[in-house]
T-cell receptor
Framework: GAGVSQSPSNKVTEKGKDVELRCDPI?????LYWYRQSLGQGLEFLIY????????KSGLPSDRFSAERTGGSVSTLTIQRTQQEDSAVYLC???????????????FGPGTRLTVL | GEDVEQSLFLSVREGDSSVINCTYT??????LYWYKQEPGAGLQLLTY?????DMKQDQRLTVLLNKKDKHLSLRIADTQTGDSAIYFC???????????FGKGTTLSVSS
């Protein structure tokens, strides 16, 4: 079946503009994650959604960042008033919470490369 | 806080063994993971080990876990040029909601 998809694959924006990044998880996966991969910084957790539970937003770096997940499927990460330090690859992952999957393998999308000029 | 550390670069010759090392801080981690990222591609789970194990072997891959020292290693036997990639060590955060990744080790394999 289809994997995790993200759009756009590349986004170039001007400082101060708002951007929206989209993630389509694997069908049936109840958990969805957003990470940020910056040069030299590795992967940084941003936010986690699990079913209808309140999301874990502890990784969001500032209140300019927000995310929502509508209908338990597609998620949108919004960055308001973008800054140059927001430039990074934004990765989305999803996983299942089936009883047998104790390792909770996360499947990653290809990412959206955001460049803020 | 939670932290995962790994060396940034490793260069080996084709056919040699590669060993990528990682240290982590959260002793309560139940699973530890190795992810692989090939150029221009997303992350892919390579292997994982449960914390009550000290070794796991899967074909050319051997994972060693030293819980006392909080040290994890990934050994790739008979390294091939196709193994060139960035390898990330990861553990679950304490809330169990996400993974804490190291900065990645870039493995370069020369023929």
């Amino acid at each position: 079946g289809a994997g995790v998809s993200q759009s756009p694959s590349n986004k170039v924006t001007e400082k101060g503009k708002d951007v929206e990044l989209r993630c389509d998880p694997i069908s049936g996966h109840t958990a969805l994650y957003w990470y940020r991969q910056s040069l030299g910084q590795g992967l940084e957790f941003l936010i986690y959604f699990q079913g209808n539970s309140a999301p874990d937003k502890s990784g969001l770096p500032s209140d300019r960042f927000s995310a929502e997940r509508t209908g338990g499927s597609v998620s949108t990460l919004t960055i308001q008033r973008t800054q140059q330090e927001d430039s990074a690859v934004y990765l989305c992952a999803s996983s299942t919470r089936l009883a047998g999957n104790k390792a909770n393998e996360q499947f990653f999308g290809p990412g959206t490369r955001l460049t803020v000029l | 806080g939670e932290d995962v550390e790994q060396s940034l670069f490793l260069s080996v010759r084709e056919g040699d063994s590669s060993v990528i090392n990682c240290t982590y801080t959260d002793s309560s981690s139940t699973y530890l993971y190795w992810y692989k990222q090939e150029p221009g591609a997303g992350l892919q789970l390579l292997t994982y080990i449960f914390s009550n194990m000290d070794m796991k072997q899967d074909q050319r891959l051997t994972v060693l876990l030293n819980k006392k020292d909080k040290h994890l290693s990934l050994r790739i036997a008979d390294t091939q040029t196709g193994d060139s990639a960035i390898y990330f060590c990861a553990e679950k955060n304490q809330a169990g909601t996400a993974l804490i990744f190291g900065k990645g080790t870039t493995l370069s394999v020369s023929s």
